[in-house]
Structure formats: C-alpha cells, structure tokens
C-alpha cells in the first residue's frame, strides 16, 4: 500500500469519526429538553391537582376523590333521618313566635318570659316532620308548639330550621296551624316556573317553591276540648328559608 493510499484511508476513518461524534453530540442534545418539558408538565399538573383538592392522573385532569365522595353522600343521607337531626335542631337559638323574645332550646325546648315580664311560657321545638333538600342544605321542618302559663292552648307551628351540615344549624321562620292542631306531613312541592332535578327532589332555596303542610283539625261545632280527627291541608310558600302562608 503506497503513501497516498494510506493518506486517503486516514481521512476517510476521520471524516467517519467526525460524523459519529456528532450525531451523539445532537441527540444528546435534543433529549435533554424533552425530558425537562416532560418534568415540568407533570409539576404543573400536581400543583393544580392540589389546588383544587382533585387527584393528578399524570395527565393534569382532576379526578374528585372516591372517599370525599361517599362522605358527602353519607352525610346527605344523614341530614334527612328524622333520628339524627333532632338533637340538632333542639339546641339552637331561635325566636319564640309571637313575642319577640329569644331563647337557647336545651333538649329541644326552653322556658320564655316576654319582654314586658308579664308573660311567661315554654317552646319545644316538636318532632321532625320532614328534611327537604335544597340547593344550598336542608330546610327541615318540625311540629313546634308554645304555651303560655296560666293558658290551656297548645299553639302548633310548623317551624322552619336551616341546616347545612351538623354544625351550621340555624332557626329561620314559623307558620301558625293553630291550637292544638297536630301537623302529620309536610309535602315539598315545586312551583312550575321553578328548575327542579327530579331525581334528587332538589328544590330552588333562592327562587322558592311550596310545601303542603297536613294536620288534623276539629268538625264543625266540636268544642275546642275536642280530639281534632279531620284532616286538613294548607299550602305553605318557602323562598330563602322563609315559610309564609
């Protein structure tokens, strides 16, 4: 092999050399971004996740998690058993129809004296009738009643009690049924200007809608002594938690 064959071939292994070292020198290159993009989405997306209380799927989409979930369900169900929210209920501050005079039930009920003095008396807030979902809690009613000392009457209100969760109770109106007057249901019914889910029953606390509110009264000429047995039925009007004939 003469000098001039040599030369060639050392040039041509050079050239060869040169070509490879740069095409690992490129992709080593071009990897690096990648994987720093790649690095940098999925931060993103866990901040967001965390943000919102979501779970990351590695994609930034956020998945609400399985147990909040049934938690919220759980207590949903909870908020209209009869059973759980009457303890609630029975210890609140509310207004005692008709006399202007606040009072803090304990067990349900509390002795009141008006603002003159002159008049004293006991509430209780009654049994829990029904819990009706609303867009933002639950309005639950009961069948209140009010004496006055000295009084044969037993005044029945069905009272109106907003509750959010077990915590956030809050005592908002009444309605007069009368004395002596047991209520036995209340019925929600939505007015048909108002968007109702029906397969949740959610009624529109901001628009309004109605409930029928069932008792039993006396017959015509029955002495008010009398045991009332007929049935009765009013329509009740509820916007913004507020009951009113």
């Known amino acids: 092999m003469n000098s001039t064959t040599k030369n060639t071939l050392y040039v041509v292994i050079a050239i060869v050399v040169i070509v490879i070292i740069i095409a690992l020198v490129g992709k080593s290159g071009s ?14 997306a866990t901040t967001t996740a965390s943000a919102t209380g979501g779970t990351n799927t590695g994609s930034g989409s956020n998945v609400v998690s399985p147990d ?18 009457a303890p609630l209920v029975g210890k609140v501050t509310m207004r005692v129809p008709q006399t202007g005079v606040d009072v803090t039930l304990v067990g349900g009920e509390a002795n009141y004296t008006d603002t003159n003095g002159t008049t004293k008396g006991h509430v209780s807030v009654g049994p829990v009738v029904t819990s009706i979902r609303t867009t933002d809690g639950f309005d639950v009613f009961t069948d209140m009643t009010v004496t006055r000392n000295g009084e044969p009457q037993v005044q029945h209100y069905a009272a109106l009690f907003h509750v959010v969760n077990p915590e956030t109770v809050k005592f908002k109106s009444t309605v007069l049924i009368g004395d002596r007057l047991p ?5 929600a019914k939505a007015d048909k200007s108002v968007q109702v889910n029906p397969s949740l029953s959610i009624m529109n606390s901001e628009v309004g809608y109605f409930v029928e509110v069932s008792y039993l ?16 039925s009013i329509s009740v009007n509820v916007k913004g938690h507020i009951a009113s004939k």
């Open 68 to 85: 909040a979930t049934t938690a919220a369900q759980a207590m949903a169900i909870k908020l209209q058993d009869k059973a759980f929210l």
């Open 217 to 232: 009264t006396r017959k015509n000429g029955e002495p008010i002594t009398a045991a009332p047995t007929l049935p009765k």
């Open 183 to 187: 209520i036995t249901s209340i019925i």
């Open 31 to 44: 990897s690096a971004p990648a994987n720093q993009n790649a690095t940098t989405t999925d931060s993103m």
